[in-house]
């Protein structure tokens, strides 16, 4: 009989300590869980609504954690959310592996890929972890105040990562191209101002739920209080709503939300002007020539012929320009006069955007060459953010012997200044090579300065395909920042053209040869963003920091005195 009872005391103390471990893991799993929830608001699952919810968990664990005394800031759990999204979000960089059509061998190709990927996963947690690290130290605050201050860092950290070559995975890419209402937001502030709408609704939604007991508290006292007064019952008082689910924070967060999506959609329903004068009709060839046979004799002469067909055909169709992907020739701009391309431009005399290499030096550029009704090269982008490793190497003197050791590729590509302006034979316009579409500044710089339509030329093919449609989700932000009519050219997909509000007039299919026609309109136009830029962060960053040291300030001086 005592061995039965030790057995079993046994056997409770197991499941107690297997209990403990569970509980031990679950705030790591709550926040990969939420993580990848974030993670699946974009290509390929674009469950864009998810995003409003997925950050309240996160920050639930972070202030109760603040909360609990004599206990360290949760990093490693919140890292694990920023795993859980940047890894997610950005599974498509695994899509350049096998790497064998630049002559990598397969082993270090994988090795190059699982670099890539989880050094801005890693990257990713990081930035989150800094953003938990502030918010630990908040956990006696107003939650007001946590939620300015919460929002206001973190956009403050999202503008300090997207100063630097590392950036694509910012939360407000999350709402494109499902919402384009909210996307408008960009129209005020930028992306951030995305962004600070997100977060805003997610904390909000966070406090709420910690402080469910309020609303508790609440409905006793209201109902107590009616008792009172009348003598009757609350049911006879007109007082039966389910007082449980009043919750300021949560009415706040609702009202909030709609909002600023009626905001939003004040901004999407304004007309967009479409004078004759201003009309501009662009013709895209996607010439769909594999990155694998691009550097081959083969490759090239597919490519001439893909894309001089596809200029010939647009030219009959009547089109005043006719836009090329980044890269459409492989050569330097030496040779392109040779091609039968530029031949065919100075036949049919229709302004052509050709992709090729330029010179500089020992150095080449990517970029995107404007050629005049003559055939004749009138202007120039060179593409000015090139990705890491695959397009330069950083910290070169360190790591350029390692990286060329695993990999043929060039390390002597050189970006373009920062300050360039593309003018065309139809006036300024603002270029954009590939991975550019994700730096919204480098479009807001651009219209400022005149730039009344996008030309967007990029080669997605070493990816998957959630990747193209991602980017073509920010060249949508970037349309509806700058109120601009956007055109873009890929080699494999997918091209398409955008108008102002962002809807998409036409996309291409992918891995597909195709050409296509439309008319845009050129713009003079500023928003807000453009005018006056990112202002919305620094706003919220001294009217949050004013707003801490004012609180201080009362605390301290009404402790004056106190023993």
């Not at 608001?41 to 997925?54: Q, Y």
Request: proline share 6%; charged share 15%; with cysteine.
């Amino acid at each position: 009989m005592q061995k039965k009872q030790s057995k079993k005391q046994g056997e409770l103390a197991l499941q107690g300590r297997q209990g403990d471990k569970f509980i031990s893991l679950l705030p790591w799993l709550i926040a990969l869980a939420s993580g990848i929830l974030m993670g699946l608001t974009v290509a390929p699952v674009g469950a864009w609504f998810l995003a409003w919810i997925a950050l309240a968990p996160l920050w639930v664990l972070v202030i109760t954690s603040g909360k609990r005394k004599n206990q360290s800031p949760p990093a490693p759990p919140v890292f694990f959310w920023g795993i859980g999204f940047h890894g997610v979000a950005l599974w498509w960089i695994t899509g350049i592996h096998p790497m064998t059509w630049l002559g990598v061998p397969w082993l270090p190709s994988l090795a190059i890929t699982l670099f890539c990927w989880g050094f801005i996963t890693v990257l990713g947690g990081i930035f989150v972890t800094i953003w938990a690290a502030v918010m630990v130290r908040l956990a006696g605050q107003k939650p007001w105040l946590r939620v300015l201050i919460g929002t206001a860092v973190w956009c403050g950290l999202e503008s300090l990562w997207s100063a630097g070559p590392l950036w694509w995975s910012s939360l407000a890419y999350t709402q494109s191209p499902h919402n384009l209402v909210i996307v408008h937001l960009g129209q005020l502030s930028g992306p951030n101002t995305v962004t600070a709408a997100i977060v805003a609704v997610n904390g909000l939604i966070a406090e709420g739920w910690m402080n469910r007991q309020d609303a508790k508290d609440a409905k006793i006292f209201s109902v107590s209080r009616q008792l009172l007064q009348v003598g009757e019952p609350a049911q006879r008082t007109g007082f039966s709503a389910p007082w449980r689910f009043v919750n300021k924070y949560w009415v706040i967060a609702t009202g909030l939300l709609i909002t600023l999506h009626l905001i939003g959609f004040i901004l999407y329903s304004r007309p967009i002007a479409q004078p004759p004068e201003a009309a501009l009709k662009v013709g895209i060839v996607q010439g769909n020539i594999p990155n694998r046979l691009l550097r081959s004799s083969e490759g090239f002469r597919r490519a001439q012929e893909n894309y001089t067909n596809g200029y010939l055909t647009l030219a009959d169709q009547g089109v005043d320009a006719v836009l090329t992907p980044e890269g459409a020739l492989p050569i330097f701009q030496r040779n392109l006069l040779e091609t039968a391309l530029v031949a065919a431009v100075k036949e049919k005399g229709v302004v052509a955007w050709i992709g090729a290499f330029g010179e500089r030096g020992d150095s080449y550029t990517i970029s995107l060459f404007t050629f005049n009704t003559k055939g004749e090269i009138v202007s120039r982008y060179d593409k000015a953010k090139l990705v890491p490793l695959g397009e330069y190497i950083p910290f070169e003197g360190i790591l350029g012997k390692l990286v060329q050791r695993l990999s043929p590729l060039d390390a002597h590509q050189v970006a373009g200044s920062a300050n360039q302006l593309f003018d065309t034979p139809f006036g300024r316009a603002i270029a954009s090579i590939c991975y550019e579409s994700a730096f919204p500044e480098q479009f807001r710089r651009q219209a400022a300065a005149g730039g009344q339509f996008i030309v967007s030329s990029s080669n997605d093919a070493h990816y998957t395909a959630s990747m193209p449609f991602q980017h073509h989700a920010q060249d949508i932000m970037r349309a509806i920042e700058s109120d601009r009519w956007s055109a873009r050219a890929t080699n494999t997909g997918y091209s398409a053209f955008v108008d102002p509000h962002g809807r998409t007039l036409w996309m291409s299919g992918y891995n597909t040869y195709e050409t296509h026609a439309e008319t845009i309109y050129r713009r003079q136009t500023k928003t807000l963003y453009v005018r006056w830029g990112d202002w919305l962060t620094p706003l919220l960053l001294i009217s949050s920091g004013g707003a801490w040291l004012v609180i201080c300030g009362i605390k301290k001086f009404s402790n004056v005195g106190n023993p």
